[in-house]
């Protein structure tokens, strides 16, 4: 494959990319991108981006769906349930994002932000568990809405936000920006001294990657703009001031069904795994899946950022 010598890789700089194509494949759509991976870092590029992304992003894509609310009584039970497992560590009922959550928990009066937050799902089951101070900010929403006491969603960018917040969240929002520089920029800036950056993201560390290149579930053409590796995005994080004080692996058994789903033709619709796999294999996938994350080798990961109380 060729090495472009005028692109440079935008987590460590480097001009060595290493060209590859990949087409659409969640939605059938085809068509053919260019990505570069770097060969110092190995993160990932898309090298051109479309000028209209939309037609990529139908209006049933999976962020864009309607938010599901809670009466006043299940309210109340997330709240106790969220209380129990912050303070006292029980497991019975935890939040499935408990495991980021409990590493991170500033406080429930703490202000909060989700960038990229969609229909603001996540930031709602903060609210029902009894944070108080919320804000999501994703420019593609329909408009600003004020979904609850305390919880608001901005259609703009976070840097463009007056405030300045305690935890700034990206979940799976971070591979579809353009400029990570800018965004790490804008976070850290954002952030209050002490304060914590959480980003969970696919990796080009995986294994799947390594052997799968462009049929990988995750590379997601042309949708993701940026995949980093470890060393890419600490590099990049550190050249601006965050800390990086833990990465933890969280990929699951999507790595190997989705990807096999491409393998076979398929596009991504969950309803087709059992033609390619048994209960007994699912769960195999999953052992597999935790082992690997054990090993540092699983698709995705979670990163905790600080930024330093004296800067």
């Given at each position: 494959?060729?090495?472009?010598?005028?692109?440079?890789?935008?987590?460590?700089?480097?001009?060595?990319?290493?060209?590859?194509?990949?087409?659409?494949?969640?939605?059938?759509?085809?068509?053919?991108?260019?990505?570069?991976?770097?060969?110092?870092?190995?993160?990932?590029?898309?090298?051109?981006?479309?000028?209209?992304?939309?037609?990529?992003?139908?209006?049933?894509?999976?962020?864009?769906?309607?938010?599901?609310?809670?009466?006043?009584?299940?309210?109340?039970?997330?709240?106790?349930?969220?209380?129990?497992?912050?303070?006292?560590?029980?497991?019975?009922?935890?939040?499935?994002?408990?495991?980021?959550?409990?590493?991170?928990?500033?406080?429930?009066?703490?202000?909060?932000?989700?960038?990229?937050?969609?229909?603001?799902?996540?930031?709602?089951?903060?609210?029902?568990?009894?944070?108080?101070?919320?804000?999501?900010?994703?420019?593609?929403?329909?408009?600003?809405?004020?979904?609850?006491?305390?919880?608001?969603?901005?259609?703009?960018?976070?840097?463009?936000?007056?405030?300045?917040?305690?935890?700034?969240?990206?979940?799976?929002?971070?591979?579809?920006?353009?400029?990570?520089?800018?965004?790490?920029?804008?976070?850290?800036?954002?952030?209050?001294?002490?304060?914590?950056?959480?980003?969970?993201?696919?990796?080009?560390?995986?294994?799947?990657?390594?052997?799968?290149?462009?049929?990988?579930?995750?590379?997601?053409?042309?949708r993701h703009l940026i995949i980093p590796t470890v060393r890419?995005?600490?590099?990049?994080?550190?050249?601006?001031?965050?800390?990086?004080?833990?990465?933890?692996?969280?990929?699951?058994?999507?790595?190997?069904?989705?990807?096999?789903?491409?393998?076979?033709?398929?596009?991504?619709?969950?309803?087709?795994?059992?033609?390619?796999?048994?209960?007994?294999?699912?769960?195999?996938?999953?052992?597999?899946?935790?082992?690997?994350?054990?090993?540092?080798?699983?698709?995705?990961?979670?990163?905790?950022?600080?930024?330093?109380?004296?800067?």
């Amino acid at each position: 494959m060729p090495i472009d010598s005028v692109a440079f890789c935008k987590f460590c700089g480097s001009p060595r990319q290493e060209l590859f194509t990949a087409k659409e494949r969640m939605l059938g759509l085809g068509g053919e991108f260019e990505y570069g991976e770097c060969k110092d870092c190995g993160s990932l590029q898309l090298e051109s981006i479309p000028e209209d992304l939309s037609e990529y992003y139908p209006s049933n894509y999976y962020s864009f769906s309607g938010l599901s609310a809670s009466g006043l009584g299940i309210r109340i039970l997330k709240k106790l349930r969220m209380r129990l497992f912050l303070l006292l560590g029980v497991q019975w009922q935890a939040p499935m994002y408990g495991y980021w959550l409990k590493k991170v928990h500033p406080g429930f009066s703490a202000r909060i932000a989700d960038v990229g937050c969609g229909n603001g799902q996540l930031l709602y089951e903060f609210y029902a568990a009894g944070y108080s101070d919320l804000h999501g900010f994703d420019p593609y929403i329909e408009g600003e809405q004020h979904l609850a006491s305390g919880l608001t969603l901005w259609k703009k960018r976070i840097e463009e936000s007056e405030f300045t917040f305690d935890l700034i969240m990206m979940h799976h929002a971070f591979e579809h920006m353009e400029d990570p520089h800018q965004v790490l920029m804008a976070c850290f800036e954002k952030l209050n001294p002490g304060g914590i950056l959480l980003i969970r993201c696919p990796v080009a560390d995986s294994e799947v990657w390594k052997e799968k290149r462009d049929l990988w579930v995750q590379l997601d053409a042309p949708r993701h703009l940026i995949i980093p590796t470890v060393r890419g995005v600490k590099s990049k994080a550190e050249s601006l001031g965050f800390v990086l004080e833990e990465v933890e692996f969280d990929s699951s058994d999507f790595q190997f069904w989705g990807t096999t789903l491409y393998e076979q033709g398929e596009t991504l619709q969950q309803s087709k795994i059992g033609k390619f796999f048994t209960p007994e294999d699912r769960d195999a996938l999953k052992e597999k899946a935790n082992r690997y994350n054990q090993e540092g080798k699983g698709d995705q990961a979670c990163f905790y950022f600080r930024k330093p109380k004296a800067h």
